[in-house]
């Protein structure tokens, strides 16, 4: 048989063998025996071989026979359609979409039932709304014979509204398609428009909305989302959390729960900011933990929320915890310690002593990154050891608990970032991070050369967008990331002021730039209330990637 489970002429090929005697003939009982034995009379002979080169031609130049087509809504998301049909005999599904902006052939992941086989469902996702779609199914036999096509039309849909006449307040200030890395920009966005109930959006190349999920409808209490990102699985991953508990959930392009993880299932505080995958399987993950220390200036306590690095298998345990507050130093006091960030966790009084915002995993050496906004660092701890290997940022003279931390020493022009976000492993050592630079008052993309052996960092480049003046300053969250052609994608998702404010409410930018520091898309998301963005990030297409 082939990879698809058809019976191919290599396979009639090999059965005419043993019944001509080019093979030694195997036992009577044989599965062997009964294969070549198409005539059923006990013995191998020529009539057999006739026989099964017969079965063999005619199998493969069956043509199915599609049935029962017909199009199905996908109630969690209206920019997608199920497509189903029966064929009769086994075959293999195959979906073509036309529309106004083009036609392109569903990928093999787009199957969501076993094939070949006679039942078929294909999903279809990365519709736009107000477009007439034609969609069109055949069918391939077990030669490659296609059955005839048919066809339906997908009349144009709206996604569902909550409180606003627009789903998503749109500019497209800039798009460039044949300069910019291919594929969708996914990022999750928090508005009072959607009751605070988090959004996940993918927009194509033009600007334009071809994909959306929400938690709305499907949790008894819909959280705000923050990483959205691709497991290793192909599946999309978001964390979100709510008033009762922090969430981690794999869903495919349908918007399908797979599995998740919960705060309360681990026995952790929380589970936020960020996630990664580890070679064995496992996730990682920030949760945190509230420790009373004492012995600050005049004598006073506090209770620290701290950050604890937390490794997490598939199954849903606990594998190893790195809590930094005993591998960093507690009296090291930044701005940001007073923010209020955990109160409805922790109450009140709890300091945000560190306030991490992103761990990954380096695989070269075994390693985690983990970014501290309120630390002003980012530091790269050993995951068997939890010893630091070494820190980008600066000693803080306020205390000596951090002067024999390993520092990198900055070599030529540059500055560490402050309060930053989203460091992204390059290689060749080299680390890129989204600086919010709250101590400058502007928001940049800086890239880092790390030299681990010397223990230096070198600032390579940096970029701000000069269009702006003043600079864009984004005061928090954010992030990078690296294409595919080089270029880059940044996600301002803190402009403004604050997500409640009426004069001045916070909205998210989205930057595409080249290497050589060009534009070549620019999209707001704007309005009269709040659109608070967290990051972005750029994927080759909605679909799982193909084997």
């Known amino acids: 048989m082939d990879q698809d489970g058809f019976i191919t002429t290599a396979d009639a090929a090999e059965s005419l063998r043993v019944a001509l005697g080019a093979v030694p003939s195997p036992a009577p009982a044989s599965e062997a025996f009964l294969a070549a034995d198409a005539s059923g009379d006990g013995t191998l002979d020529g009539g057999d071989a006739v026989v099964i080169l017969a079965e063999a031609a005619a199998t493969e130049a069956a043509v199915p026979v599609v049935s029962g087509f017909r199009l199905s809504d996908n109630p969690r998301n209206s920019l997608s359609v199920y497509v189903d049909f029966t064929t009769d005999l ?48 055949s069918a391939l036999g077990p030669g490659g014979a296609a059955s005839a096509e048919v066809s339906a039309t997908r009349k144009p849909v709206l996604v569902p509204r909550i409180l606003i006449p627009s789903l998503l307040p749109l500019t497209v200030a800039l798009s460039e398609p044949d300069h910019m890395a291919p594929g969708v920009t996914v990022f999750g966005l928090l508005s009072p428009a959607y009751l605070f109930s988090g959004y996940i959006f993918a927009l194509d190349a033009q600007g334009r909305v071809v994909w959306y999920f929400t938690e709305s409808g499907v949790d008894p209490f819909p959280g705000s989302i923050q990483e959205v990102t691709r497991a ?20 495919d392009a ?129 995951r068997q050891t939890h010893a630091l290997v070494w820190v980008l940022g600066e000693d803080d003279p306020s205390t000596t608990g951090d002067d024999a931390w390993p520092f990198l020493t900055l070599v030529g022009e540059g500055r560490p970032p402050n309060h930053q976000h989203s460091p992204r492993l390059r290689p060749g050592g080299r680390l890129l991070v ?96 709040g659109y608070q963005g967290y990051r972005a990030e750029r994927m080759s297409s909605l679909y799982r990637p193909e084997p």
């Open 254 to 382: 349908f918007g399908n729960r797979v599995r998740r993880w919960r705060s309360g299932d681990l026995g952790v505080d929380s589970l936020h900011h960020s996630v990664d995958w580890l070679p064995n399987g496992n996730l990682v993950t920030l949760s945190t933990e509230l420790r009373t220390v004492g012995g600050y200036p005049g004598g006073q306590t506090f209770d620290l929320v701290a950050d604890v690095v937390t490794e997490i298998t598939p199954q849903g345990d606990v594998a190893d915890q790195i809590p930094l507050l005993d591998v960093l130093d507690p009296y090291r006091v930044r701005p940001g310690f007073n923010d209020a960030d955990w109160i409805l966790v922790y109450g009140p009084t709890a300091k945000d002593w560190s306030h991490g915002n992103a761990v990954v995993y380096d695989a070269t050496d075994d390693t985690f990154i983990v970014s501290l906004r309120h630390q002003d660092l980012i530091a790269k701890i050993d």
């Open 90 to 137: 086994p075959a293999r599904p195959r979906v073509r979409v036309e529309s106004i902006d083009g036609a392109w052939t569903v990928p093999t992941t787009g199957t969501l039932t076993d094939a070949p086989g006679t039942t078929h469902r294909v999903g279809v996702v990365g519709l736009r709304e107000g477009v007439t779609y034609t969609i069109k199914a």
């Open 232 to 251: 290793p699985s192909g599946n999309l991953v978001y964390m979100s959390a709510d008033v009762s508990e922090y969430r981690i959930t794999e869903i």
């Open 434 to 529: 989204y600086d919010n630079g709250n101590s400058v008052g502007f928001t940049r993309v800086v890239e880092y050369a790390i030299d681990a052996q010397a223990m230096t960092v070198t600032q390579e480049w940096e970029w701000a967008d000069g269009e702006y003046s003043p600079l864009l300053f984004a005061p928090f969250v954010g992030g990078v990331q690296a294409l595919s052609n080089g270029n880059f994608l940044v996600a301002y998702g803190g402009l403004g002021t604050s997500i409640f404010s009426d004069e001045d409410p916070t909205w998210t930018l989205l930057h595409e730039f080249d290497p050589n520091g060009q534009k070549v898309w620019e999209v707001q998301v704007r309005g009269n209330v």
